[in-house]
């Protein structure tokens, strides 16, 4: 058993997840062996789901619909109207409360320049992985916030909504309503 088929065995029991664990790489040549993705999506989520089946590698072509996306991963060579559409879809959801102005600035981004992201089941993932995904319920958050805690101050959350965007904190008054 390779180590990464052993460390989404070992998360599984542990925690007792439902979905396996997804592996995701960043890399500057495509993986020879790994084929690329072959449809078109609505949002660069789609393909953590779709990495739960198999294994392939996206360009910033593939998450040409998710701006968000092609900014949180610093996809190299974004189409031309990608800038503006972020600053689209970041006015949309600082209008709808989603994410404040603030926040906006603390969304993280990969640092270097990404050409290719290769997602798929960490089981037999055939790189390294640079970012493992869990699909976990609260319970299961709880445990790994507490265990990120103990191991490695300074980590992002366990839990939260995709790419760091944090939802509004609600007062009473505003949850009556």
């Keep these: 058993m390779n180590k990464n088929s052993q460390l989404a065995e070992d998360l599984i029991a542990a925690l007792e997840l439902a979905l396996p664990p997804i592996a995701v790489s960043f890399a500057d040549t495509a993986p020879t062996n790994v084929p690329s993705y072959d449809r078109v999506v609505p949002a660069g989520c ?3 789901q779709e990495a739960a089946t198999r294994t392939f ?3 910033a072509k593939d998450h040409a619909l998710c701006s968000i996306g092609v900014h949180t ?4 060579e974004p189409a031309p109207s990608q800038q503006a559409e972020l600053a689209e879809a970041l006015k949309v959801m600082s209008d709808l409360d989603y994410v404040r102005p603030e926040e906006v ?3 993280p981004v990969i640092k270097r320049e990404v ?3 290769i997602y798929g089941p960490l089981a037999d993932f055939p790189l390294d992985p640079e970012v493992v995904l869990l699909f976990a319920h609260a319970r299961q958050g709880l445990i790994l916030s507490e265990a990120i805690a103990r191991v490695d101050q300074g980590s992002p959350l366990a ?10 904190k609600w007062s009473i008054t505003e949850m009556q309503r």
């Design 46 to 48: 789609v393909f953590w």
């Design 57 to 59: 590698v996206t360009t």
């Design 73 to 76: 991963h610093h996809l190299a």
């Design 105 to 107: 600035a603390a969304i």
């Design 115 to 117: 050409k290719h992201v």
């Design 159 to 168: 839990m939260g909504v995709p790419p760091a965007l944090s939802f509004r």
